[in-house]
Structure formats: C-alpha cells, structure tokens
C-alpha cells in the first residue's frame, strides 16, 4: 500500500469510494489505504452503477477503484456528463483493460489509471500514473521487480512473451493449508504469477491475459483479451467473452459471446478487418449476460455453459 501511494500519491483528503467486494484484494486493499493515509472510505454494499455515479456528483470522491466491466457500466449509466472535477483517479484493474474503453474514460475527464495486481502481492504490483501515455506499459511499485521467464523459469529478454514473475516484500507466505500450491507459485522468493505478459527495455509490463486462458491455435497463441477488445471495439457491442474450444485440425479455435445487436456476420467482417486471421473467432453467439464474479471479472471458464 506505501508503494502505491509513492507511485500515484496519498493524502488525509483523499476520499476513496469502495464499491469493489470486501473478500477481494480489490476492496480490502482500499481499506488498508485509508486507513494508512487515515483518509475517508466510502462503502457501498456492492456495486451499482447509478449509486456510484451519484456519489461521485455529490460525495466529493477523489479516487475509486473498479475493473473494466464496471468502468463500462458506469460510463454507460453517466452518458456524455464527463468525470466529476474532484475525481482525481480511477484505478481500473482486474484483468487486460481494452483500450478504446479507456480512451473514451479518459476523454470524458476521467483520469484512468490501468493497474495490475493479485491476491497473492497484496494487490496492485504495477500501475500507469493518470496522465501517462495510455501506449505505454505499466511501471512497477517501487521495491517490486517483474521479469519475463519461460516454462523452465529462465528470464526471457525484453520483448518477449511469457510468464510474469514478481518479486517484492508483500507476496503472501503462501496457500492457507496448500503446500503443493504454494510451492508451485512461491519459488526462490518470487511469485510464479501463471499471467501472460512482456516487459520492455524500460522496465515496463504489458500484461496479455492468463496462461490458463491462452489458446493455442495450429500452433500459434490467441491471447481472448485481444479479441475481446476488437469485438468492444465495435458500437453495437456492449460486452464480449472469447474462449477456446477443441478443434481437430487446429487444436483448438476462438469462439465468442457477444451482448448486443451486431449480427454475426458485421461481427466476422469487424473481426477480419482487425485481427490476424487465426485469431478470427470461428462462432459468434449472442447472450443475454455473461457470467462474471461478484467483483466483475469474466469467467471465461463459463461460457457456453448455459
């Protein structure tokens, strides 16, 4: 939590608004800010949008904490009215953040700051100050060090793709009553994060999506969080899931859950004209909702399962 606040700043005047769950890193760690800056928290049993956003207008909120689905609900319930003039950030975590979302955020006024972080680092290990280049990668904490390794832990030079491993002074000691767990993840002192990402000559992260989620497509690798964004990225779109599904030519091939009136056929044409070919999804299929956790994330283990 220090390293956070020597990264984006702290103060007793801050008032942050916690509408993420109090069993999540996400809501716990707000807490633990307040109280260290003994600043104000404002909690909200849950989140709603139209609660948020009043509270934003008339409770002063100076900083808030949401992922990107919540970020997209809340734009969608304000309209064009931009961010409240005392919002001094927006953390926006919880998984790859698709960057027109965040263009829009920021053109409404709102001072983005995408983040990632885990349970197991005590929440946030990497941030983009408000007002940096939204190209740019994510700069670690202060005292945290991340790296790129392959699948028999070996540093990978910068640019390249694979494993996120992190280390730093606020990684658990390990599974409550998990010790092969633990000792999978925890090795040598560092956290084994099973995230798929790169790290650039300047020491920055661009995180890609989890391994678990990776699809391995002929061969080559089909990050969801990438389709995701293109699909996003299309205006009758309002919330997109990709998972990969078994082929027997190919190993296995993206299929997408769609909320919205785009047809399958304008979605395969947006697709082609944004993706390498084999990142294309082979189906489309509208849904009323997609399943997410309580505190917003995609559960892309459960699409299709209905």
Aim: hydrophobic residues 40%.
């Amino acid at each position: 939590m220090r390293a956070a606040a020597k990264l984006l700043g702290a103060s007793s005047a801050d008032r942050w608004l916690v509408c993420m769950p109090l069993f999540h890193v996400g809501g716990i760690a707000i807490l633990l800010r307040t109280a260290l800056a003994q600043s104000t928290a404002i909690v909200h049993p849950r989140f709603q949008p139209e609660a948020v956003s009043h509270s934003l207008d008339v409770e002063g909120v100076t900083h808030v904490s949401l992922v990107a689905n919540m970020l997209e609900r809340l734009i969608a319930i304000r309209g064009d009215r931009p961010a409240p003039p005392a919002l001094q950030l927006a953390l926006v975590g919880g998984g790859p953040t698709p960057a027109p979302l965040l263009e829009h955020a920021r053109a409404l006024g709102y001072r983005v700051a995408p983040t990632y972080g885990l349970t197991e680092a005590c929440s946030q290990v990497a941030s983009l100050p408000p007002a940096a280049d939204l190209a740019q990668g994510l700069t670690p904490l202060p005292g945290v060090e991340i790296d790129i390794v392959d699948g028999d832990s070996r540093a990978l030079a910068p640019g390249s793709e694979g494993e996120i491993r992190v280390r730093s002074g606020s990684l658990m000691d390990g599974y409550w009553q998990r010790p092969v767990e633990s000792g999978k993840t925890l090795r040598n002192g560092a956290l084994y994060t099973g995230d798929i990402g790169r790290v650039d000559e300047a020491g920055k992260l661009t995180v890609l999506d989890r391994r678990s989620d990776l699809i391995i497509s002929g061969g080559e690798n089909v990050y969801p969080a990438e389709i995701e964004a293109a699909l996003l990225a299309h205006p009758d779109i309002q919330d997109a899931g990709v998972a990969g599904r078994e082929d027997e030519r190919f190993g296995a091939r993206p299929h997408a859950w769609y909320v919205g009136t785009a047809s399958k056929t304008e979605l395969l044409n947006h697709c082609r004209g944004r993706l390498a070919q084999y990142k294309v999804p082979v189906a489309f299929e509208r849904v009323a909702a997609l399943p997410r956790s309580p505190s917003g994330k995609l559960l892309r283990s459960r699409l299709g399962a209905d």
